[in-house]
């Protein structure tokens, strides 16, 4: 199906945030009800060490169980393991695609949780688009406008979409960023701390985190 912003199923957040800059079509498979929900946006790199997958997984159990939808963008890593272990757990999700829309309908993981009225995919470019790095990037804002809150894992300072999506969202201020403490050289959190980003609190009450 397509929406376009005057349906009443489009995103509010998209038009509140972004104004003139909200897509003025997206194409989708499945629960277009769920699009209006809110939840927890979960964004993170495709290659992931074991770490962060932890982090990822235990994020997504936690924020189902406490009735939270996932929103994410369905790459591989992070993004793929937060939906399908929100899926797998009773829970809901949003997957803002960049690519493929229409294959990615069809993929046995997904297809049975679209069925079930759990699953929303959507993506504001044609559905037959194959993957091109613009569009991945162009996709993340609004990945984090959908969201009550953004959780960025596995960025890396100055490169990839994780880290370009994490410094776009913070300095349009759409959604609250939090980031966890880790002990990764590598890892770029400490500087989007610097930025504008929150310390991830352990144990993790979104509720409380929406409300600060």
């Known amino acids: 199906w397509p929406l376009i912003q005057s349906d009443t199923d489009y995103p509010r957040r998209l038009k509140q945030k972004l104004e003139k800059k ?27 060490n074991e770490e962060d997958l932890s982090l990822t997984k235990n994020l997504s159990i936690d924020a189902s169980s406490q009735g939270y939808t996932i929103i994410s963008g369905g790459a591989k890593g992070v993004d793929e393991t937060a939906m399908t272990i929100a899926l797998e757990n009773e829970g809901m999700a949003i997957g803002v695609l960049a690519n493929s829309l229409l294959q990615k309908s069809t993929v046995s993981k997904y297809r049975k949780f679209l069925m079930t009225d759990d699953l929303v995919l959507i993506s504001p470019f044609n559905p037959d688009t194959g993957f091109s790095v613009g569009n991945a990037m162009a996709r993340n804002r609004y990945i984090y406008c959908l969201g009550d809150i953004a959780i960025a894992i596995g960025s890396k300072v100055d490169k990839g979409g994780t880290w370009n999506g994490a410094v776009e969202n913070l300095r349009a201020k759409w959604t609250p960023l939090w980031v966890a403490n880790t002990n990764d050289s590598d890892s770029g959190n400490t500087k989007l701390f610097e930025k504008g980003a929150n310390w991830l609190p352990k144990p993790c009450i979104f509720k409380d985190l929406i409300n600060l």
């Open 22 to 48: 909200a897509p003025p079509i997206l194409f989708g498979f499945g629960n277009k009800k769920i699009l209006n929900k809110g939840g927890i946006t979960i964004v993170g790199a495709r290659d992931v």
